[in-house]
Every structure is written in structure tokens, then in C-alpha cells.
């Protein structure tokens, strides 16, 4: 039996127990060890600083110190906080048992530099604490790599909702261009055969009728187009599922007679002149076709009573060029009763399919639209 043991057990000459110093100082270290390795998730460091203090109050009071304890305090360290932390903790618990146990053994009881026990003791000890860490260190690293592709899959998620966002913004973009085209061609050619009707209803009842004729299968035409755009926005369904019109694709060069029919109906003196094959692709064909639809209507809305109105379109290797002249009276130019929409659209269909678009007055009177279009061929 130790002398400490004894001391634990041997009464006191007044008849009173001695108190328990080693085993009570070595039982506490073990309990608050325990303890502090309960939040060792959250608080390392001070699991491993109560580790430490209790290996060295054990180490003095009762020469013996416990691995166990530490070695679990520096594998919190590596793998809760930093490889950087876990190893000065490591540094720390191997300089407790390979430099201040000797140094306590020898100046405290006596022990000699070379003495067996100190120097398996700490060997042991040493071995018992590197394997923590090298465990801490891969766990740690095996976290980390996790914890890294989660980032990473978390980053991916939210760049693809990012783009998924800016695709939708852009297509509601597309769409409010394409809503501003049909609204604003339809309206003004609406308003101007209204009033032609007007004049001619006392003159001449026919052409009145054919005027109105014009008007309500415009009137009709532009609901249809307002029904498919608002169906791609998502806030209109059609009740008829087999309703093929929500279906129509957007219209394209082979309908430029029709559109170039409703503007003459207006009393519109415009030209179709075409050279060329046009170019194939429906997206490329869609911008030339709302290019004209918009430049005819602001023709429509802003020139001076025009005589001759020009839609010149040719289609060559090299791509395809646009021009839409009036020869509208010279003046100041009218008041805008838009937004300023239209060329700017005019502007982004053109830089869409890598070309160029230019508008501006005439000398002498008029107005000139010129579009290159030099990708227009086969350019989805």
C-alpha cells in the first residue's frame, strides 16, 4: 500500500480522519475533465485548459498524471477549432508529461534524471497524446473536406438560383418589348383607322365599314398576341387546352406582307422592297420583324404627312441589312407620347444578333432607320 493510501485511511492523533489529499486532488481532476469535455464542441479551449490544470495538480500533489484526459482535450482542439491550435495544445500537454512531471518528480520526491519509471512514463505518454492528435488531424481534415463541399454545393445552388433569376428577368424583359411592339403598332394603327372611319362615315359608308372591319380584326389579332405573351408570364392559361394559338410562334419574316397590309390600311403609303434569302434562323427573323413593326409605327405616330415610305431589306453572305425611310414634312420633331422604348428596343434586338442599328432625322425632311444585322444567317 502507498504512503499516500495509508495517508488516506490513518486517523489523526486528535482522533480525526486525515482528509483524502491524492485520491480527493486525482478524483476532482477526473470529474472536472469529464465535465469540461461535455462542451468540448463548443468551448476546446477550456476543456483543454481544465485538462491542464488538472494533469498538473495531479502531477504535484500525487505524482502520477493522467493522458487520457489531455489526449481527448488536444483531439477536441484539432478538430473543433484549428490544425494550428491542436498542435500548441499537443506542445503543451507533451511539455507537462516529458518536462514538468520529471522536473516535479526530481526536485519534489528525489527522483533521479535517469530513473526508469519517469522515462516509460513519459514515453507512454507521449505515444498516448500523438495518437490523439493524429487521430484529431484526420477527422479535422476529413470535416473540413466536408464541411468544404457543402460550401461548395451550397455556392452552386445559389449561383443557379442567380441564374435562374437573371434568365427569368430576361425573358420578362423579352416579353415586356414584345408587349410594348403589339400595343404600341396595334393602338396606332387602331387610332388612325378610328379616325378615318370618322371622316368617312357621312362620305362614304363603305369604306367606314371596311375601316371598322380593319379595326376589330386588328382589335382581335392584338388580343391574341396579348394572350399568348401574358400565358409565357405565367399569369394567364387558356381555358381550351387544345387551343393551338397560345401556341403560335412569334411571327417572322413571312408575315411582313400582312403587317406592311395593316399599315396601308391606316393610310400608310409604305414600300416593301426585299432582296436576298432572308436569313433562316426564327430568332434573327423576329427581330427584323419587330424592327420594322416598331420603326412603321413610329412612322405612323410621328411623321408629317409622309407620300413615300420605304422598308428596304437585304440578306447577303455577309448578313442582313435593314432600312425604313419616310419622306415626312421637315419641322421640329413631335412630341413622344411613349416612353422612348421603341428605339432603345430597335437598339437591342440589333446588338442581340451582333449588329448595329441607327436612326435619326433626314435632311430635308423625314426620318431614317438603318439595322446590320451582319450574324443575322443562322444566328439562334
Known sequence: MTASTWALITPLSSGEWEPAGPLVVSAAGVLLTAGALLVRRSRAWLTFAVATGAALATTVVDDAIDPLGLALAVYALFVYRSTRDGWAGFATAVGIGVVIRPVVSIVVRGETLSSFSLTVAGLLYTVVVLIAALVGVSVAGRRRYVQTLVDRANQLAHERDQQARIATLAERARIIREMHDVLSHSLSVMVSLADGAGALAQKDPVRCRDAVREIGGLGRQSLSEMRRLLGALGEE????????????????????????????????????HVEGTPPSSPGAQNALYRIIQESLTNVLRYSRNPRS???????????????????????????????????????????????????GPVPGGGWRVHVEMPQAKGNE
Open 237 to 272: 392559361e387558356s381555358a381550351d387546352r387544345d387551343d393551338r394559338q397560345s401556341l403560335r410562334p412569334s411571327p417572322g419574316l413571312d408575315e411582313l406582307d400582312g403587317l406592311i397590309t395593316t399599315f396601308r390600311a391606316a393610310r400608310l403609303p409604305v414600300r416593301l
Open 309 to 359: 415610305v420605304t422598308v428596304s431589306m437585304n440578306s447577303g453572305a455577309e448578313g442582313t441589312s435593314v432600312t425604313i425611310t419616310d419622306d415626312g414634312a421637315a419641322g421640329p420633331p413631335a412630341d413622344s407620347v411613349g416612353l422612348g422604348r421603341g428605339i432603345i428596343g430597335i437598339r437591342e434586338r440589333a446588338i442581340l444578333y451582333g449588329g448595329t442599328a441607327t436612326a
